[in-house]
């Protein structure tokens, strides 16, 4: 048993590493730098899937607000890219101007560097989810009730973008001009610099997300989403291991808030929008949402799809994804993912057993006597 879980596992990495290796190969095949951007976007999308599939998938929490962490972040990051633009001698934003602001607001101050600017991009999304997840958690807040709190919460904090003009430039939002730099070099959006760093971060984030589930804390996740009574009383921390991946999710989440804003110069309430958030948890659900992998190509489908199919249905593309998840959900409730695993089952079932070379001539054919 140890030994083909072991086969199991190595043919799982098998799978990851070439996938990511088609991915490292499509800037040799593509010089069109929108198109790379485009790409590169799509891997940002990737990482939210991953970051739903690892708390919902994983740990049961569907989690309807991951655009908390991925907007903040996103803010976060186009302040500091702003900050890169303005000097001593005019410090003010051009929409604080227009707002009549006469001095930079004390909490954009930190941005002026940009190292500690980005820190506290990913830092305050992701102190965040520790308060709010550690209130829901104590509380033993579980099932549809923790979709409704961070449903209503990622639109309390939509609402508060929107009015606080002056210093979020509201429904307009910030829009950095010039290119992020950083360690001395500028990260041009549309070359293959911006591309590497999003597959490189991608990587990592789901190599470090497939480790932490075949851990003993990922084990004890997995038991909180069948059971998490049965878990409580064997003597686990349940608030504290939900606390913790709701948190990694979400840190997931802001790192891909901060990549966002590096490709597209731009940030929004529209990234704080209740529709986006749940489009993550529909590619997640459609992928696969217990597998990884699986929820991250759900992401890349579907937003090609639409990349490439919404402007010739326009709006009926929604429908159309709606009814394609409703199906997933009905007949595959472990997505494509799922289906795939159960057809590779299938074949390999099929093929012939070979003996086992170091069995017993009696192990073969006719019972020992």
Same mark, same amino acid.
């Given at each position: ?279 993550? @948890? ?5 992928? &696969?949402?217990?597998? *990884? =992998?699986?929820? $991250? +190509? %759900? ?28 199906? @997933? ?5 472990? &997505?494509?993912?799922? *289906? =795939?695993?159960? $057809? +590779? %089952? ?24």
């Amino acid at each position: 048993m140890t030994n083909n879980l072991f086969h199991n596992r190595t043919a799982q990495w098998a799978v990851y590493a070439a996938f990511f290796l088609g991915l490292a190969a499509i800037p040799t095949f593509v010089s069109d730098g929108f198109l790379l951007n485009q790409f590169a976007t799509y891997g940002v999308y990737a990482m939210l899937a991953l970051s739903i599939s690892l708390s919902w998938g994983f740990g049961g929490i569907l989690n309807l607000g991951q655009g908390i962490a991925f907007g903040l972040a996103a803010y976060g990051m186009a302040m500091t890219m702003q900050m890169q633009s303005q000097d001593a001698s005019n410090p003010l934003p051009p929409f604080m101007a227009n707002n009549s602001l006469e001095h930079l607001p004390f909490f954009w101050e930190p941005f002026w560097n940009t190292g500690f600017g980005i820190f506290l991009a990913l830092f305050v999304p992701t102190l965040f989810y520790v308060i709010f997840g550690s209130l829901m958690f104590r509380a033993r807040v579980s099932g549809p009730f923790i979709a409704i709190m961070t449903l209503a919460m990622l639109s309390a904090l939509n609402t508060l973008i929107l009015d606080m003009q002056p210093y979020t430039n509201g429904v307009n939002g910030i829009s950095p001009p010039a290119a992020l730099q950083i360690f001395g070099t500028e990260i041009d959006p549309y070359s293959s610099k911006a591309y590497w760093t999003v597959l490189i971060l991608l990587i990592l984030t789901t190599v470090a997300s497939k480790l932490l589930t075949h851990s003993k804390f990922g084990l004890v996740v997995q038991a909180l989403r069948g059971d998490p009574e049965r878990v409580r009383f064997l003597g686990y921390n349940v608030a504290l291991y939900e606390t913790v991946i709701y948190t990694i999710s979400g840190l997931i989440a802001a790192i891909a808030g901060c990549l966002w804003v590096m490709l597209v110069q731009y940030v929004s309430p529209a990234q704080l929008d209740v529709t986006f958030s749940i489009t993550m @948890v529909i590619w997640a659900g459609i992928g &696969g949402r217990l597998s *990884l =992998l699986g929820a $991250i +190509l %759900g992401a890349l489908m579907i937003q090609g799809g639409q990349s490439y199919l919404g402007d010739q249905f326009l709006n009926t593309w929604l429908l159309l994804l709606g009814g394609f998840f409703i199906l @997933v959900v009905r007949f595959l409730p472990r &997505g494509l993912a799922g *289906l =795939l695993e159960k $057809i +590779l %089952g299938m074949a390999a079932s099929r093929q012939p057993r070979q003996p086992d070379p170091i069995a017993p001539p009696h192990a073969v054919g006719a019972p020992a006597k």
